[in-house]
């Protein structure tokens, strides 16, 4: 672009150069032109959460879907600062991959068009309605289980965090590792705490609440934020973080 600019001035002169380039709009980087040394990827199956603050605990200001794009402004304490349009913040390093890596992934996503960056903040998940598998029949009593067990590991926690969990105990099932019925994977010893302190049976008891029913038939129907991971625990650590959990 700058050499265009430089051909345009010595052809047409300075006078009707800033003429041509007042009336004509600005154009932005094409594919070609795109600058990847200070870009970096969200290297997660869902999104990545931009947060105000390089802690785990500050307020979420926007989402970085898997493989979308954002400008690294720095680093502190194990978090990378970014930005993407109106949306700055900062992302955990190890939910990131950078330059030609992040290039090479955007691409795998996205293919070959417009740059995507950061999104924010939406009260319906949008991104994440991927269907891990294909939808199974259920019945009445395992929903409810499902919906019991989710409410007691992830009652507080966001529609994705619900997801999450349910999605664990679906790979499960799945798994090769781990037993292949619903309940046989909930009452597996030293698995799910509720499901031996009783949590889970005075939950089933009541009945789950409405948000965890929704998740719960979700869940069945295919929906999955978490890819094929078979773990989670409370707080933050090395796998994708989703409200106040990790699943690895």
């Given at each position: 672009m700058k050499q265009k600019i430089k051909k345009l001035l010595t052809c047409v002169g300075a006078v009707g150069a800033l003429t041509m380039m007042l009336s004509v709009p600005v154009l932005a980087d094409t594919k070609e032109d795109y600058d990847w040394?200070?870009?970096?990827?969200?290297?997660?199956?869902?999104?990545?959460?931009?947060?105000?603050?390089?802690?785990?605990?500050?307020?979420?200001?926007?989402?970085?879907p898997a493989g979308a794009v954002v400008t690294v402004e720095g680093e502190e304490n194990g978090w990378f600062q970014v930005s993407s349009g109106e949306i700055s913040g900062y992302i955990r390093e190890d939910l990131l991959v950078h330059a030609e890596e992040a290039k090479a992934l955007f691409e795998s996503v996205h293919g070959e068009g417009e740059i995507v960056g950061a999104q924010p903040l939406n009260t319906e998940p949008q991104v994440h309605q991927q269907a891990a598998s294909a939808p199974v029949s259920v019945s009445d009593s395992d929903l409810a289980l499902m919906a019991a067990i989710i409410e007691c590991e992830a009652g507080g926690e966001s529609y994705e965090g619900k997801i999450g969990v349910g999605a664990v105990i679906m790979n499960r099932i799945r798994s090769n590792k781990f037993p292949n019925t619903l309940s046989e994977v909930i009452?597996?010893?030293?698995q799910f705490t509720p499901a031996a302190t009783g949590k889970l049976a005075s939950v089933l008891s009541r009945g789950a609440s409405q948000a965890c029913y929704d998740a719960a038939r979700d869940v069945f129907a295919g929906a999955n934020t978490i890819g094929d991971r078979l773990f989670f625990h409370a707080g933050s650590g090395n796998g994708l973080t989703i409200g106040n959990q990790t699943f690895y």
């Open positions: 040394s200070d870009k970096a990827a969200a290297d997660v199956n869902t999104y990545a959460n931009i947060r105000s603050g390089a802690d785990i605990n500050t307020e979420r200001v926007g989402m970085l009452y597996q010893s030293g």
